[in-house]
């Protein structure tokens, strides 16, 4: 019937009507046989009224048939092959035994498509059948490359898959489906379901995507999951950190959850499992007692018969901060600058202040025999100098250089020294009772300070000076740069007087008097120092009042007085973005199998970069208390270099690191890093089957469950035909046999309607 050039055909009408005649024409017939119809619609057989019906509609049908003269076109087409993609997640769940005792997850599926291959050849002439792994970008795996490399994918991003395999069916191949093969696990875009805009992006890919479970559900398995903590806690404030245990197949058991820092266990708990797949909340509550970032570590027993063991714990970072600045302001008498100073402090959210006056000098004589008469509520010397003393954050001495001559002054000066040496801050603010009248009344804290006194004070109004290292320390620092912050300092009133001083070698000498001198140089004004392990500052005048003083006067919007004491406090409490060695993990949290990297940032002591020093940084295991490697670079122009660890170990680690110019040791610096044992695609061994029919589902697809018995017949949108452009036609309706059915229709109607007397 067909040529053999031709391998399709179709009915097609052949009349040179138009399609409106062929309507009319053909509503004509309708109109006769109905008419036809009616007339006999009185006749009492049922048999003659149906022979007369039958008759006329035949022949109206023949009637049709040659109006539209029926034929046959023989066609010459192209079938388009389309695509059908195989994506397998090769993301490292799929690691996991698909049973208890059984296969991994991937090989489950390299068996199924080893066995769906004589189904795929199948499909070869209408569809091409390509298999990519999803690693996460998609990639050609073949069924053997699943069954051997094992999956190493760190996140699982089902979406982001579908998304590529869609994208790369433009232009005439197009996808004709997805089958997936997954456990579902996703922890990206689907985490929370195919809801919002997953879902939107699923019924956008057009395509029907197939679904193939893979794992079972009833593994058994403890993780830690769920985290939520801050990223940073204030020191002495209460703190709660939450996590969720996730236990399958430990119904009716207690489980022991511990929270721990760097292996000192902070709390514990015991939470009991009620089902065998059960979630159960903890929390715990603890107050962190020192500043810096430290290393936590949430923890539950392993298990021999668990399916994952690595997912028992889970580390976290915490950077602990100073909520408020405890400070002690121990005045000598009341003056414009201890009125300013109280008044900044008080306002100052960040500073809990606790302030006492004393309102003598060694010279006063009260007359009395017992010092103690001389106030209602006696001193609390011993209380504040001694018990209380390592609770403040910052003593200020302002025109102070009186000591209680009843109790030991040197116990208490001692106590002083040390709180300065072992940590503490310290600031002593000139006047005419200390650096002066009341300098000899403190040998043994004077020894703490940068500055001696040189003499008595001088009267003279004038401008202080910055000097070339106050143009870059962060204490003198009240513009947005050097010329910015000399410019600042320079529009400032002159100051009434100051102490007459000498620094002491290994002093910074931020501001300084530009007519006193002392042996040759300019009498300092601002000066400071590490001590020990503490730092000191000495303001060699009770007059930056005046700094306030004039910005408040005449409604400028200069903050020069507020900005240099909080800048001040802010370097004596050694605020981390102040220190001249700044170390800093990056990032905080490392997942499993990657470097740990460190930035280190270095001053030199008036903060200007520390270009060309040499850096060492030791990673330091909290777990062995034992180094694990070392790295060293130099910094460059800005002061800063970065390093990398090679992938160490899970665990919490310190980074300690140390830096020195020359001979010039630069200080020392720390930061930790949590390294996770598992990220967040091993964290959890459970599959994800509504996910897997949600998808299948939007889709238009079908949901499996692997194994399967072969492969299912799964929905596919059939490939276009394209017509090639040879067509030939035989006409039906040009037989003659054709034309005598009419004829003996139209016959055997006018017989029978003679014969029932209709005619």
């Known amino acids: ?17 138009p399609v409106w005649a062929l309507v009319l024409l053909g509503v004509g017939l309708v109109l006769g046989i109905a008419l036809a119809a009616w007339g006999v619609r009185r006749e009492p057989s049922r048999g003659r009224k149906l022979l007369l019906w039958g008759l006329r509609l035949g ?17 010459q087409v192209a079938r388009m092959k389309n695509r059908v993609a195989v994506l397998v997640d090769r993301s490292a769940s799929m690691n996991f035994p698909s049973e208890p005792g059984g296969p991994t997850r991937s090989a489950q599926v390299a068996a199924f498509l080893e066995k769906a291959a004589p189904t795929f050849a199948s499909w070869q002439d209408r569809f091409t059948v390509e298999v990519y792994g999803v690693d996460p970008e998609l990639a050609p795996v073949t069924a053997a490359q699943l069954a051997q490399e094992p999956a190493r994918a760190g996140t699982t991003d089902l979406l982001a898959a579908l998304r590529s ?4 069916g433009q232009g005439s191949r197009k996808l004709s489906g997805v089958l997936l093969f997954s456990d579902g696990a996703d922890n990206t875009e689907l985490k929370a379901g195919a809801v919002g805009r997953a879902r939107a992006a699923l019924t956008d890919l057009g395509v029907p995507v197939s679904t193939f479970l893979v794992g079972q559900e009833a593994l058994k398995d403890l993780s830690v999951e769920g985290l939520k903590v801050d990223d940073f806690a204030f020191v002495r404030n209460s703190l709660t950190v939450e996590v969720e245990i996730h236990g399958r197949g430990f119904s009716g058991q207690d489980i022991p959850v511990v929270l721990s820092q760097e292996g000192k266990t902070v709390a514990s708990k015991l939470v009991k499992m009620t089902t065998g797949d059960d979630v159960k909340p903890v929390s715990f509550t603890f107050t962190p007692d020192q500043t810096g970032r430290f290393v936590y570590t949430v923890t539950v027993p392993t298990f021999p018969d668990e399916a994952v063991s690595d997912n028992n714990s889970r580390s976290f970072t915490l950077k602990v901060i100073r909520d408020r600045v405890r400070v002690l302001l121990v005045v000598g008498r009341p003056s414009w600058d201890e009125r300013f100073l109280r008044g900044l402090l008080k306002q100052d959210a960040n500073v809990d202040l606790v302030s006492f006056y004393i309102l003598r000098t060694l010279s006063d004589d009260p007359g009395v025999s017992n010092e103690r008469e001389l106030s209602l509520i006696p001193f609390p010397m011993e209380e504040i100098f001694d018990t209380k003393l ?15 001559p009843s109790l030991s002054i040197a116990e208490y000066e001692r106590n002083l020294e040390r709180y300065i040496h072992e940590g503490g801050a310290f600031v002593m603010i000139g006047g005419d009772s200390v650096l002066g009248e009341g300098r000899a009344a403190m040998p043994t804290l004077m020894e703490a300070l940068p500055v001696e006194a040189a003499g008595p004070a001088n009267t003279d109004p004038f401008k202080p000076r910055l000097t070339p290292e106050g143009l870059r320390h962060p204490v003198t620092s009240i513009g947005t740069g050097a010329a910015s912050t000399e410019g600042a300092w320079g529009e400032l009133p002159p100051i009434p007087g100051a102490n007459l001083t000498r620094a002491r070698p290994g002093a910074t000498v931020l501001m300084d008097h530009p ?24 303001v060699a005048t009770d007059a930056t009042w005046s700094w306030a003083f004039t910005a408040h006067r005449d409604g400028s919007p200069s903050r020069a007085y507020d900005r240099f004491w909080g800048n001040a406090l802010r370097w004596l409490v050694r605020d981390p973005d102040l220190t001249t060695l700044k170390v800093t993990a990056d990032p905080p949290s490392v997942e499993p199998g990657r470097p740990v990297g460190v930035v280190v940032q270095a001053r030199m002591a008036d903060y200007q970069p520390a270009e060309g020093a040499q850096v060492r940084v ?11 490697a070392v790295q060293t670079g130099t910094t460059g122009a800005d002061g800063v270099v970065r390093l990398e660890f090679a992938p160490p170990a899970p665990g919490p680690y310190k980074l300690l690191a140390s830096a020195k110019k020359g001979e010039t ?21 459970s599959v994800r089957p509504e996910l897997m029919e949600q998808i299948a589902s939007i889709t238009e697809g079908k949901a499996y469950k692997l194994p399967h018995d072969g492969m299912p017949d799964v929905p596919l949108l059939d490939p276009p035909v394209v017509e090639v452009g040879r067509a030939k036609d035989q006409p039906l309706w040009d037989r003659w046999y054709y034309l005598v059915a009419l004829i003996a229709l139209l016959g055997a109607e006018w017989f029978a309607r003679r014969r029932f007397g209709y005619v």
């Open 618 to 628: 030791e990673l330091f295991s909290v777990a062995t208390q034992k180094p694990v």
């Open 1 to 17: 019937m067909n040529s053999p050039s031709f391998n399709a055909w179709k009915l097609v009408s052949l009349s040179p009507l």
């Open 515 to 538: 007519f006193m001198t002392v042996d040759g140089k300019n009498a300092p004004l601002v000066s400071v120092w590490d001590y020990g392990r503490g730092r000191a500052m000495v």
């Open 665 to 685: 040791d630069l200080g020392k610096g720390e930061d930790a890093v949590a390294v996770r044992a598992v990220g967040p695609e091993l964290s959890d061994a």
């Open 165 to 168: 395999a869609a994208s790369g």
């Open 59 to 75: 022949a109206g049908v023949a009637a049709f048939f040659f109006l539209l003269e029926p034929g046959i076109r023989h066609l």
């Open 390 to 404: 390592h609770t403040f954050d910052v003593v200020i001495f302002q025109n102070f250089g009186y000591s209680d």
